[in-house]
């Protein structure tokens, strides 16, 4: 198969999908309204369990920091 006769058969597939989703109602669960994402106020102290679980899951850290990179993007 060449990649022309790829794209055709994806693009198929892709718009049977689409015509098999249309009688579908999807309802969200989720109830978020932009800016109310954080309950802390300004001068709060954040939840302490959070920087314990950020630095469980963490590869690489000190005693204080996260030790990250920075992503390069192409």
Known sequence: ???EEI???AR???DKFGKDLTGF???????FK????????????C???FKTIMFKNA??????????EKAHWN
């Open 1 to 3: 198969m060449d990649n």
């Open 7 to 9: 794209k055709k058969e």
């Open 12 to 14: 198929e597939l892709l």
């Open 25 to 31: 109602k999807i309802e969200s669960k989720l109830n």
């Open 34 to 45: 932009g800016g109310e994402l954080r309950k802390e106020k300004p001068g709060e102290d």
């Open 47 to 49: 939840d302490i369990d």
């Open 59 to 68: 590869p690489r850290k000190n005693e204080e920091c996260l030790i990250l």
